[in-house]
């Protein structure tokens, strides 16, 4: 039987891929902002509203209307065994849990309630407050509720370390370095706002607040990276306890016109929360009044963060309209839509007008570059991001403007492709903000406890640049693709898969990777092309689907495995299609699965958790080794120093970009374009 008889669920006729295509264009089209970009929302996970409401309460910005919709939001995360955790059907984590059970109690959620007496039992299950985090400890002792001796010495005169020592700002990543500055303060001058008895939570400490040891674990080995830092800040605190500090004033001055100088026209630090809010405490603490500027804009800038209906409210982390809008037009342009079409136009547009012309922190280990970059939010201009600046530029090379503005988009793209080239670390790789970022040691200083304290390259950032410049017309003799190409094979796993470092996770990475070789004309029959394949294929599910759970950074086993997505399902399907498999069964099954998982609106429901912050490993890369319990460093699958995130813009336009190749694929083939011919057909 010829594949054109088929007829069965797993064999999508073509007239069914190219409804799908037109439902989901037409939701772009009614989603669209009227300035041209596409916004969709970054949901984390309820520490974001937690420390929200905390920090409305250090601040004194009471709201109390505000107040019931964050804990209802709140509320509304908790699980059934009275735990939070950090990504959907994760398992209850014990800081995010204690996080959320002090802010409920702050805005007003009495102890002896269901919600926090089912909360109270988990928590004390993981051993109490003694058990959580740096972060969870740091921000109790900000209100009493954990005694600042057990939190880590960093004294605010590590500002003034210039570049070339070690342990200066600039050897941490971008979104560290901007969380460690305002930090200065906080964890030298220890800012504390007392709560009501009401509000205190003795009641999750395992043995009486007089009798819990305070202090930082020690390490088993003290001959040890970490053992030399334990005992490193101990002399800090035996320093912290000098009477005298001769560089203390001009340290603290220096802090502050650091932070002054890194705040964005919206309000925020670096656009992401943990900066943002340490910033704001930070200068409340020093005097800073309600209403200056610099107060005034930082805490009215939630506003543009928040989500609010007449019941909840939650604050995103971080907000992706750039990101969001590139992948877009990306995948509107490669399913059919004219590349001068008006929405195109508009979004192009937009994207040029935001593009970062000034000065960043980048430039201290690339002093010679010139900007050209986008970033990941609406402002962020002291940070802008390779990975966006690498698909904006695809984005832009495949519109087209009015004659008279085309000149403007070449001119965009070549500074924008100047600046990433500038950007390159030395192994070849592309990291996400900076370039050889890469110092372990410091992923073992006692504050690195949570999320990555580095920005090394990814194979699937680099992959992305890779993939940018082939559709450029860049050959594989140019050197910085020819040193990029050599990184991403040395990256390989022996599977043949890749480490996807932003999103989940080795699908992620093998969707960059084979789109990235096909575009600069790699033979997709060699070896280590088809072990790449050949790993997606045996990790394809019985639906048809690909999945791949967050667990998949602490347990090997889940590699690969997981519940169906429609945005894992595109970047497995985008791999096969690169590698030369849009007339295989299990690419078929794949569009299928798309299709027929595709709602009337022209979109696609997907709870899971898909897009990467943080692993949690500190270095921002694959641990070759994975500690053991018990072992600094150690993660169950309750991940509790990784931060993963739902994108709700990755439902929609990455199946969509996958149906637009797939389709293309099949009328490349020389098929005649027939509404009820099956696709992927021999013709």
Request: aromatic content about 12%; proline content about 7%; some cysteine.
């Amino acid at each position: 039987m010829t594949l054109t008889q088929q007829n069965t669920p797993e064999t999508p006729r073509r007239q069914a891929v190219e409804q799908a295509i037109r439902r989901s264009q037409a939701y772009f089209g009614r989603t669209q902002h009227p300035e041209g970009y596409w916004w969709g929302e970054l949901e984390s996970n309820a520490t974001m509203e937690a420390e929200h409401l905390m920090l409305c309460y250090f601040l004194g910005q009471g709201d109390r209307e505000r107040w019931r919709k964050v804990s209802n939001y709140i509320l509304s995360k908790q699980r059934e065994d009275g735990s939070w955790g950090q990504y959907y059907e994760a398992p209850g984590d014990l800081s995010t849990s204690v996080e959320c059970y002090f802010a409920l109690k702050l805005g007003g959620l009495a102890a002896d309630s269901e919600s926090l007496q089912k909360a109270r039992r988990f928590i004390m299950s993981r051993g109490g407050i003694p058990k959580t985090r740096v972060f969870t400890k740091i921000w109790l002792a900000l209100f009493g509720q954990w005694d600042w001796k057990g939190t880590p010495n960093m004294p605010p005169e590590m500002i003034l370390l210039p570049p070339w020592v070690p342990f200066n700002i600039y050897e941490f990543s971008s979104w560290a370095r901007a969380t460690i500055v305002p930090m200065l303060i906080i964890l030298s001058q220890h800012p504390t706002r007392w709560v009501p008895q009401w509000a205190e939570i003795d009641e999750l400490y395992p043995e009486p607040r007089s009798e819990t040891d305070y202090a930082l674990p020690r390490p088993k080995r003290l001959w040890s990276w970490p053992g030399m830092f334990f005992q490193l800040d101990r002399l800090m605190g035996l320093y912290q306890r000098l009477p005298v500090h001769p560089f203390r004033g001009l340290a603290e001055r220096k802090i502050v016109k650091w932070v002054l100088d890194h705040q964005e026209a919206d309000g925020s630090w670096g656009g992401i929360q943990p900066p943002w809010v340490y910033s704001l405490i930070a200068l409340h603490h020093l005097g800073f009044r309600p209403d200056h500027p610099a107060m005034e804009k930082g805490f009215s800038g939630f506003e543009g963060f928040a989500i609010e209906d007449e019941d909840t409210c939650r604050v995103q982390a971080c907000i992706s309209p750039v990101w969001d809008t590139c992948l877009i037009q990306i995948a509107l342009l490669e399913s059919g839509m004219a590349p001068d079409d008006p929405s195109v136009q508009r979004s192009t547009r937009w994207l040029l007008d935001k593009q970062i012309m000034t000065t960043g922190d980048w430039q201290v280990r690339a002093k010679k570059s010139e900007p050209g970059g986008w970033a990941f939010e609406f402002h962020n201009d002291k940070y802008p991001d390779i990975d966006d600046a690498s698909e904006v530029i695809m984005a832009l090379d495949q519109a087209r403007l009015d004659p008279q503005e085309e000149p403007r988009l070449r001119e965009g793209i070549q500074r924008g492709v100047d600046w990433v080239l500038a950007l390159q670390s030395k192994n070849g790789g592309w990291a996400a903000f900076d370039k050889d970022n890469n110092r372990g040691y410091l992923t073992k200083i006692p504050f690195s406890d949570f999320g990555e304290t580095l920005d090394p390259p990814s194979v699937d950032v680099t992959a992305h640049i890779v993939e940018m410049l082939g559709k450029l017309g860049y050959k594989r003799n140019f050197p910085p693709l020819r040193r990029a190409y050599d990184y991403i094979l040395s990256e390989q796993e022996e599977n043949g898969s890749w480490f996807g470092r932003w999103g989940v996770n080795y699908i992620y990475g093998v969707g960059a990777v084979l789109p990235a070789l096909a575009a600069i004309g790699e033979d997709m029959a060699q070896p280590y092309v088809r072990r790449a394949v050949d790993w997606l294929l045996g990790h394809q599910n019985d639906d048809g689907g690909w999945g791949e759970s967050c667990g998949s950074y602490v347990d090997p086993t889940l590699h690969g495995v997981g519940p169906s997505t429609a945005s894992q399902t595109a970047w497995a399907l985008l791999a096969l299609l690169a590698a030369g498999e849009h007339r295989s069964a299990a690419a078929r099954r794949g569009v299928a699965y798309l299709v027929n998982t595709q709602t009337e609106e022209g979109c696609w429901d997907e709870p899971y958790f898909t897009g990467t912050g943080f692993p949690g490993y500190g270095l921002g890369e694959r641990r070759r080794d994975a500690p053991r319990p018990g072992e600094r460093g150690f993660q169950g699958l309750d991940m509790p120093a990784g931060f993963m995130i739902n994108y709700h813009t990755y439902r929609n336009c990455w199946p969509l970009l996958a149906l637009g190749r797939y389709v293309n694929l099949s009328l490349a083939g020389g098929q005649r374009h027939d509404p009820t011919q099956v696709l992927g057909t021999a013709g």
